[in-house]
């Protein structure tokens, strides 16, 4: 795939996205719907109130347009593009339904962990039917060890890979555009990776996905004229996972999603900690919140966290590519 090719499904979900966006905005605004802030989070973020939110939506159907529109012109729309697109979606939607849920009956929590849950493992067990019939390997391969056959216990994995990473980018998703940063270079190194092995239909998502978020981004930075909601943190998360599985660099994600495990790990430290002892090791989980209580800016977090994520994403290019 030449590069003015790959310009195509990054620049079609950009503009969807941008032109998109401001109306989502105004529509919003329009009808007085907008994001209610915990009583428990940060006393400085109350003047986020209200802000409109659910702007994953926006780039999520750009994203699943243009990867569609450029697969098949690119006759690259392959059972393993269609699949990423199918958790990308799902959870999309499971994320679709909390939002609706906190923002419209006003219940601050949404689903059900139980029920979020429950669509999760359904979307897992879906992609990992596809997987299996698609005749990939239930293996790692592994930098030093070689081929490492786990055969049912990769099944276990691949669910708890899909549920795990898409719930920790939901938990990173706190700050005005942090997971919008974060996930564009998660994403561009699997575009670089899959680039590289000439996979051209995990190519062509990964650039729709990072075009959308680009253009998202936009109104997400400091001060957000939208979040991206649980839509866009959990089909985000969750397409994370799949696209390491179909590029066979599954633990990849531990490095080059490193600020998610971090922030994931806080959360459960923070609990854990604090059932056993009822102490706190961090002012406040996740862990961006505790730089926050510190005295840090949030755009100093952001950025710090943005760095931190490039740089782990380089490592892993230098050191495993």
Same mark, same amino acid.
């Given at each position: ?91 999309? /939607? ?68 899909? @549920? ?18 974060? /996930?564009?270079?998660?994403? /561009? ?19 729709t996905v990072i075009g959308g978020l680009i253009a998202f981004f936009w109104f997400n930075h400091k001060p957000a004229k939208i979040f991206m909601g649980d839509v866009g943190s959990l089909a985000l998360g969750g397409a994370l996972a799949a696209v ?56 100093? @977090? @952001? ?9 782990? /994403? ?8």
């Amino acid at each position: 795939m030449q590069f003015t090719q790959m310009l195509i499904p990054l620049v079609s979900s950009f503009a969807i996205t941008f032109i998109v966006l401001p109306l989502f905005i105004g529509y919003f605004r329009m009808k007085k719907e907008g994001q209610m802030i915990r009583e428990e989070g940060p006393k400085w973020h109350e003047k986020k109130s209200g802000t409109p939110t659910m702007g994953g939506l926006v780039f999520l159907i750009a994203s699943v347009i243009s990867t569609i529109w450029v697969g098949y012109w690119q006759q690259q729309m392959t059972v393993q593009a269609w699949i990423t697109l199918f958790i990308l979606i799902l959870y999309g /939607a499971l994320g679709f339904m909390d939002d609706s849920i906190k923002l419209f009956e006003k219940r601050n929590l949404g689903l059900r962990a139980w029920q979020k849950l429950l669509g999760q493992i359904v979307g897992g067990l879906v992609f990992t039917a596809v997987y299996i019939y698609e005749g990939l390997p239930l293996a790692f391969d592994l930098p030093l060890i070689g081929h490492l056959n786990l055969s049912v216990l990769y099944i276990l994995f691949i669910l708890v890979w899909l @549920v795990g990473f898409s719930n920790a980018v939901n938990l990173t998703d706190g700050l005005d555009g942090l997971v919008a940063g974060t /996930a564009t270079i998660a994403f /561009a190194t699997y575009a670089v990776i899959a680039y590289k092995e000439g996979r051209t239909d995990i190519l062509i998502f990964c650039l729709t996905v990072i075009g959308g978020l680009i253009a998202f981004f936009w109104f997400n930075h400091k001060p957000a004229k939208i979040f991206m909601g649980d839509v866009g943190s959990l089909a985000l998360g969750g397409a994370l996972a799949a696209v390491s599985i179909l590029l066979h660099r599954e633990l990849s994600l531990l490095l080059i999603g490193l600020v998610f495990v971090i922030e994931t790990a806080s959360v459960m430290i923070q609990v854990s900690v604090f059932k056993l002892t009822g102490k706190r090791v961090f002012r406040m989980s996740p862990i961006h919140h505790h730089f926050e209580m510190l005295g840090w800016s949030e755009w100093r @977090v @952001v950025l710090t966290f943005w760095s931190f994520g490039l740089l782990c /994403a380089i490592i892993y290019l230098i050191a495993f590519l």
